[in-house]
């Protein structure tokens, strides 16, 4: 049974609007506002067309702060925080000591020795706490800061009426500022494959600054949506989510849970040549004994795959879909699977089965479906 130990200051704005408010990471989340398909079709739409805002407070923030804070980070995840600038951030990978992913995580560097690291579901608090327990720093869990996220290719457009120099801020860039007369933090980052912000801000003003977002902003088609439209939207764009795409979802026969870099598809979130994090000599060893990949499918017609949908090859079952998705705007029908190494390439003919027993055609294929370059979330100007 799920127990909700945190609680949004949006949550009333989600109960006006309908939800039933669904345990995510201890929060009581906006999961629905309503459970119909027109709904999830059109939060989906509003993203891509565009904009919508949709709260993210649910994810941990985590400040790392004082004269040992970068050796921790650096110790705690995959990338070299050394190269991290105040007023830039990165996405890194945790790893246990066995070298298999256990979260994922967005480092912000906010000054010389100030950080936050923004993570999900999996122990990135945990791991930083341990740590950072013989060095001088502070680890220091921080829920009256509030995350909400306006992505979209109209969210520059708004946040330029109100923010200068927003259009100068870079894919992963900080700012801080102010936004309706309140003090936030903008970064340059979301989970939608989309040109996007994320805007941090106190509690207090968590309720302020989303009603005059949504009014201010309604001419121009900015909505609220509903959590689960992360679902569809990070399909496409190969962006995973932990742990519904993991063998702690999908355990192997026989084996504990965890998975690598290497079959997750993150082997990039290591900086080349780092040593010295938590995991790294087995991480590296794990190169070219995948057990699985995480890969593409592409579904004839538009009835997309179920989650967890059985995948097969010649009639028997060689892996499942994750998460499947059918889009009207991108005309595609695709879906995230875990598949054999040997299937994991394009074109490879496959058959998605459904829980109803309906089987469709799919082949595998290169991820992401949708800004295959990077073009839409990493725009200028």
Not at 81 to 101: C, H, W
Not at 226 to 243: G, H
Request: net charge negative; proline share 3%; glycine share 10%.
């Amino acid at each position: 049974m799920a127990i909700i130990w945190r609680t949004s200051a949006l949550a009333q704005r989600h109960r006006e609007i309908g939800a039933e408010l669904e345990d995510w990471n201890g929060m009581g989340t906006a999961w629905f506002y309503d459970h119909t398909p027109e709904r999830a079709k059109a939060d989906y739409e509003a993203i891509r067309t565009k904009a919508g805002l949709m709260d993210v407070s649910g994810l941990k923030k985590v400040h790392v702060v004082g004269e040992h804070a970068a050796q921790v980070i650096d110790r705690v995840t995959t990338r070299n925080v050394e190269k991290i600038m105040p007023g830039r951030s990165t996405y890194a990978s945790i790893l246990n000591d066995q070298g298999k992913f256990v979260d994922d995580c967005i480092i912000y560097r906010l000054s010389v020795n100030s950080w936050m690291v923004v993570h999900g579901t999996g122990t990135g608090m945990e791991q930083l706490s341990t740590v950072a327990a013989s060095k001088n720093c502070a680890v220091i869990f921080d829920d009256n800061m509030h995350d909400m996220s306006l992505q979209g290719p109209v969210a520059v457009d708004f946040l330029a009426k109100h923010i200068p120099g927003i259009r100068d801020l870079t894919y992963f860039g900080i700012m801080q500022t102010k936004l309706f007369g309140c003090p936030v933090m903008i970064s340059r980052t979301g989970y939608t494959g989309e040109r996007g912000y994320e805007i941090f801000c106190q509690s207090k003003d968590a309720v302020h600054l989303w009603d005059n977002i949504l009014s201010d902003g309604a001419d121009m088609g900015i909505v609220p949506v509903q959590f689960s439209t992360l679902d569809l939207l990070r399909t496409e764009s190969y962006l995973l989510f932990y742990p519904g795409d993991n063998s702690e979802t999908y355990p192997f026969d026989g084996e504990t849970c965890g998975d690598t870099l290497w079959e997750l598809g993150l082997e990039f979130t290591v900086s080349p040549g780092k040593t010295g994090f938590i995991g790294a000599e087995n991480h590296y060893a794990a190169q070219g004994n995948e057990r699985f990949k995480i890969y593409g499918v592409m579904l004839e017609g538009t009835t997309p795959a179920d989650e967890g949908a059985d995948l097969l090859q010649n009639g028997e079952k060689v892996g499942v879909v994750t998460y499947g998705m059918y889009s009207e705007v991108n005309s595609h029908n695709v879906g995230i699977a875990r598949m054999p190494v040997a299937c994991a390439s394009p074109g490879t003919a496959l058959t998605v089965r459904n829980g109803d027993g309906t089987e469709i055609a799919a082949t595998a294929e290169e991820m992401p479906f949708y800004d295959k370059d990077k073009a839409v979330r990493t725009a200028k100007g």
